[in-house]
């Protein structure tokens, strides 16, 4: 019968099962042993304190071991800091060791120690006498009552900040119980004083209440709050159990349990029932005075969580739950709801029975709630024997309804598949199904990967399909951090067989991992780690980090990020001395040219300098003659271009020399002319100097320069010509016309004429011209008509052409006159 | 800059870069509350007319806008100062001190923050913090625009210094920002799968790209591929083309009067209207917005010059017939399909107007003897005649002093056709402009001759490339062209022969002219999920050719110039066009700039 071991509670049923025989059960004696559990089928914490139990005065310092809810043990270690208070878990799963000075220890389920803190000076020097360590609405918090009856408390242990809650007015000794009550996203203690009882908030508020219990109090020897704190559970001195809410405003009932001692622990199983447990016996009471009772046959340990009780013996690890109300519903005798009815069609069925068909007709309309029941039912089930026929049902069930979403029922199959996975006692999570939704699988998978059950981890998140990036990446990136800690294996090793899982998985970082590395103190694993970072940005800061800078500049300069590169190149300029720094970069062609931009633009002596370094005589030299413009006084200018001069001789560059020569001798004489005849000549090319001096009428120093500089015939020819228009000095052009024959012809003279517009000197030459340019040189002076008269005597079509082209809109006559031309032409 | 329709037009959306932009910007903003003035570096301007309107500013609280100069801030009480800027170390200076000189002046409390871009410097922070101002700011932000789009088929990062870095001074930081913006591109518009390319800047652009790729670690966004192939041709691989004056009509435009961010200004004699008298004509240079949003200029811009002008008169033809189709509206239905018609009628009487005298202002200059005979000039050395001794009539320019850069180019073109020149020749041009433009010039020569554009001879390639490319065509129609020489009236550019063999037949059909060619020749192919790939259309389906044509994104490392991007467009019209294609360069250069970005001591 599935309902026989229900135990029935008033109305309602409670069930306690085994989820599993201890893997302890040879070694551990419980009741020797403080005991800490975490919630949601969290590891277990054992304490063994031998100065307590020993008869002899012993000195040695207790043993903490840690389990995991199977009783498979995970670390131990023996205890060195202070006298340990009190032991409990956060909800991150680290254990939180509270001294009796206040300090507390943070280590993870490993025992590896990850952090301290204290509860504040005061707690410090009047010691702690007692201590809870509680879930709050940031976390986990931990409440500390000091020597002086002063309630400290914080409400992250992730982020303690020390707050210390109101006085209780009046008291004088310790408190008889006292609680952390967290409502309203604020954490009160509820202080028992006497047959009263004190709420003190950070607001250094308190509140005096006298609850109404109707037989007398002297004390409260106990009091539980329920998991979600609205409960609240007090045991007086007269044995009474008080049953009500947290804030005191209501009383559900009392229960006399005739007992003079309190229980050894007054828990609450989910919010629905109080359990006090002395002994070996359990006594389970309801809000409604109903009780049910458990006997023992070794001691055993409580554990809350928000749907049940779990109760941990040498032995055995079993849960107690109310049953629930659709599992109820499906299997209570003589239940006739349609989830119950679907249950019974199902077995028929494979049975092979046509009874099948009956129990379906009676609950035709009400198929879907049926289905629905049977696969909520089945995740309330932990025993996997019992999920399968519940989930065949709804299967069978679904089978008759044509548009049903079967999302529900393939979720829970996932579900299942995961918690029965993780119940299994080689994990050792025993996770029910409420406490998963609460938790979130995220949470879940993380919890795994707290274990390093990195494997288990991957394959869930495979089976439920979750995106690489928040799943079987980040699980492997946990996994390669873990890695880098083994101390054990070489460096290569590690890097390869990291490498080798992760590969170019996206969303891993490689460097985050080499950090890792680093931190560890194994910077060769990280040098090699980042060599698999193919992201630059992240790769190079950290191998400057490492002191790697040589690596960090090739991979900078890999990348291509100049950026990157300058990033590198200044902090290793800060580092070294110059010549080092040079010494270091002159082997990379990228960085030497980005550093030499660099100081083109900051610092050009340095520039100069590196040049010279490297023998680079023909930069060198450039930089030199850059210099001399940049320099005010002529002696300055000069010594520039002799510097210059000097390093072109170097770097063979026969050219380069002899044109500073040349500058330097240009400069001197235009120094002198400008002190001669008070203009400006400085700065001018040597052509513009003989230009202005031939304009200023100045022919010999003119003639004496250009047989100085070797000015070629053509360009003086030019330049003399143009110099002399432009100035208007029409004699000196004729003189010069008959002179030495013109290298560029006659034609230049009518150009520079007509460019000036005197046509009338133009003339003189143009009968000088030579007839292949004279139709040309007769367009320039206007004389178009003429042009096209000379083209026809030549009979050159082209040059009719040129002349048309040349035709505006006036000479409207003479296109005709030309076209008439061409034709003639082309008839012959 | 309302409008924005011309950016979809063409296969790829560039809207969407735009919009992407767009809303990065707004993000950059809005992480300053309160009013705010921009400072603005003066080159970032005409970048950001194309991707924010000054209504969208406003929109985001932006009330003020202020040019970064050295006489500091004028006064104004926004809550917040935003220096928009690029990393660049002298900008940091005037930054500092208007910082230092807001902080001396006092008053009304404001907060100071800085945008860079396309990205943050650790040298601009550096220098920053150097001047004691980087405490002042708030936020430093970077913005990363560098790809701006010019046309449907068009984008520019608008660095003129690439050239000069990559190759003078082996700077590589603006590769770095081509492979992010591709990265960027591949983000909106999906991983492309095929990657060729010519050059050293080339191969390290590629690089940097799968490295990125890799460090996104398989976080990319799946799209179906809208680019299929990716083109990178190094300037370097192609040095003569932009040196040659270009024929077509706005690669004129550009020589002529400059092409900024696709507007130009005009001198405004020629866009005085009839009405007007010639004393109030205005003084301030005419601004034209160039794109394919205006329909003429669309037509206009990728024609030889000799083409323009019968095709300006033929469109007014068409023009003046349709308005007169109001004399023959009879009926009600007539007229009101002749009203419809009436603003696109009106807009293309206006566009004629403005291209006929822009036309005009063109002509003066090609018809001038200047021109005519630098580009006979041109011709002869690109056919090979007389390249081996001093060529008379760059002599002459150097005589008349005439502009160095139209000089420096000549040169650089004789040296490329002669595979580099004789010492004693290329000496005695050297001596020539040292002797006329100045002694500073020695740097100028020294950093051309780093570059490559000028060489002393070596081996003899150019002959064997003319003539396997086949860059000289001698048969060219101008009115009707049949191969991309028409851009420069018989030649062919170099690098869009590249990009024609490219498509079709492939590379592998020159491969020894690209071994002549300097640099290594790339071939990359980025695997796409199957699930993206483009499904092959069947065959029986009718439209599946146009359907199909694949879209080419062609990089030019170290600037393009109009002619090129012409013939490109004109590769994709062709019946047989393997490709359709889209440009993204460091630049739209002409021959001078380029020349010019290596002129000087001024470094």
Sequence with gaps: MATADWNPLGEIYYKKCEVYSMGWSDIVDISKFEVSAAPYGGPIALLKDESKTARVQVSTKPIITVFTAAGKQISQMRWNSGSIHKMGWSHTEDLLFVQDDGVVLVYDMFLTFKKTFGMGQEAKDVKVIDCKIFSSYQGTGIAVLTSTYRVFIINSVDDPRIRRLAEVPGLSSAPSSWAVINLDRQSRALIAKGSELCLIDQGGQYQVQTPDVSTEVTQFLAMSLSFNNRCLAMFTDKGVIWIGSSDLQKKYCEFNTKSPTPPQQLSWCGAGAVVGLWGNMMLVVGPDKDWINFNFDNPVHLVEEEDGLRIIGKYQHEFLYKVPEVTEKIFKIGSMEPGAMLFEASKEFYKGSQKADEYIRIIKDKLEIAVSQCIEAAGHEIDPAKQKPLLRAAAFGKCFLTDYNPEAYVNMCQMLRVLNQVRNHVIGIPLTYSQLQHLSMPILIDRLVLRKLFYYAVKICQYLKIADAEGASRILAHWACYKVQQKNEDDETIARAINQKLGDTPGISYSDIANHALEEGRPDLATRLLDFEPRAGQQVPLLMKMHKDNIALSKAIESGDTDLVYTVLLHLKESMNQGEFFMAIRNMPIAYALFIQYCRQQNRKLMEDLFYQEDNFQEEGTCKVVNSFNEDRMEDRIEELKLAQACFTKAKNEFAKVQTEEQIKLLKYQQRLEEEMNRPYLNLSLHQTIYRLTLANNHKVAEQLRKEFKVPDRRFWWLKINALGECGDWVELERFSKGKKAPVGMEAFVEVCAKHGNMKEAMKYLVKVSPEQKVKCLVKVGERKKAAETAFENKNEEELSYVLSKCGPSDKQLVDTIRGMKQQMSRR | ?603
């Design chain 2, 1 to 603: 800059m309302g409008s924005t329709g011309h950016l979809s037009n063409g296969k790829l959306n560039l809207n969407l870069l735009r919009d992407y932009y767009r809303r990065e910007l707004l993000e950059c903003l809005d992480k300053c509350l309160g009013s705010k003035a921009l400072v603005w570096d003066d080159a970032l301007t005409g970048p950001f007319g194309l991707i924010a309107e000054y209504s969208l500013l406003k929109e985001h609280e932006v009330e003020k806008m202020f040019p970064l100069s050295d006489k500091g801030l004028p006064p104004s009480n926004v809550q917040n100062i935003i220096f928009v800027t690029r990393p660049k170390l002298h900008l940091m200076e005037q930054i500092a001190q208007n910082l230092l000189q807001e902080e001396h002046k006092g008053g009304f409390r404001k907060e100071y923050h800085i945008i860079f871009v396309p990205r943050k410097s650790l040298l601009c922070e550096k220098k920053l913090k150097e001047s004691g101002v980087y405490g002042t700011l708030h936020y430093i932000e970077e913005f990363n625009l560098s790809m701006i789009p010019f046309d449907s088929d068009l984008m520019s990062m608008e660095m003129e210094g690439a050239f000069k870095e990559c190759y003078l001074e082996n700077d590589y930081t603006t590769m770095f920002y081509v492979a992010q913006s591709l990265m960027t591109l591949q983000f909106l518009y999906g991983i492309i799968p095929n990657i060729q390319g010519k050059g050293d800047c080339a191969k390290n652009v590629v690089d940097m790209m799968l490295r990125m790729r890799r460090e996104l670690g398989g976080r990319e966004p799946q799209i179906t591929p809208q680019i299929d192939n990716l083109l990178i041709l190094d300037r370097n691989v192609d040095l003569l083309t932009p040196l040659l004056s270009q024929l077509t009509y706005d690669g004129l435009i550009d020589e002529i009067f400059g092409i900024n961010n696709t507007s130009v200004k005009l001198p405004p004699e020629k866009f005085v209207s009839s009405s007007q008298s010639p004393e109030d004509a205005p003084t301030e240079k005419k601004k034209i917005i160039l794109n394919s949003s205006d329909e003429l200029y669309g037509e206009l811009r990728d024609k030889n010059f000799n083409a323009v002008g019968s095709l300006v008169s033929k469109k007014a033809k068409t023009i003046t017939a349709e308005f007169d189709e109001r004399h023959a509206a009879k009926t009600v239905s007539e007229m009101k399909h002749f009203v419809s018609k009436l603003p696109h009628l009106q807009q293309m009487r206006q566009s004629l107007s403005i291209h006929t005298s822009i036309a005009e202002l063109i002509k003066e200059h090609t018809d001038s003897e200047e021109f005519l005979d630098s580009l006979r000039c041109q011709q002869e050395f690109i056919n090979g005649l007389d390249t081996d001794k001093v060529n008379t009539y760059v002599e002459d320019c150097i005589g008349k002093m005439e502009p160095l850069d139209k000089v420096l180019r000549l040169i650089c073109i004789q040296s490329y056709c002669n595979n580099g020149l004789k010492t004693k020749v290329l000496d005695y041009y050297k001596r020539e402009i040292i002797q006329t433009y100045g002694y500073e010039h020695l740097v100028t020569l020294m950093n051309l001759e780093k570059a490559g554009l000028l060489r002393q001879s070596g081996q003899r390639h150019y002959p064997t490339i003319r003539k396997s490319l086949k860059l000289i065509v001698d048969e060219v129609n101008e009115q009707n062209p049949n191969d991309i020489s028409y851009v420069y009236s018989g030649y062919a550019p170099l690098s869009i022969r590249l990009a024609q063999y490219h498509a079709r037949p492939g590379w592998r059909s020159i491969t020894e002219v690209l071994n002549l060619l300097p640099g290594p020749t790339i071939e990359e192919i980025q695997q796409i999920p199957v699930a993206l790939r483009k499904r092959r259309s069947s065959i029986t389906s009718s439209h599946s050719s146009v359907m199909d044509q694949k879209v080419t994104l062609v990089v030019f490392l170290g600037g393009v110039t109009f002619a090129e991007i012409a013939a490109l467009r004109f590769l994709a019209q062709q019946d047989d066009a393997g490709a359709e294609y889209v440009v993204f360069a460091t630049k739209v250069i002409t021959g001078q700039s380029l020349v010019n970005s290596l002129t000087g001591v001024h470094t």
